[in-house]
């Protein structure tokens, strides 16, 4: 057994998230701590109670984003 750590998500903009956040449910529940990283731009992330969600500024918005992708 491990004890609990701390775990920073970085999911990139059109990454499999909803297979990762299946991931993230399980990790919470065994005691780490857990923040997501995502830009404002990006809608598709919402909060949780599994894991901090913390947003940064970008310089684009999110059709700017999505058309250098």
Do not use: F
């Not at 701390?6 to 005691?31: A, C, I, N, T, Y």
């Not at 731009?41 to 947003?55: D, F, G």
Request: glycine residues 4%.
């Amino acid at each position: 057994s491990a004890s609990g750590g701390k775990l920073l998500v970085v999911p990139m903009d059109e990454s499999h998230w909803l297979s990762l956040h299946l991931l993230l449910v399980p990790l919470s529940q065994k005691g780490h701590q857990i923040v997501t990283m995502a830009p404002e731009a990006n809608s598709s992330l919402e909060a949780s109670t599994h894991y901090a969600l913390k947003r940064y500024p970008v310089p684009l918005c999110r059709d700017e984003l999505r058309a250098c992708v």
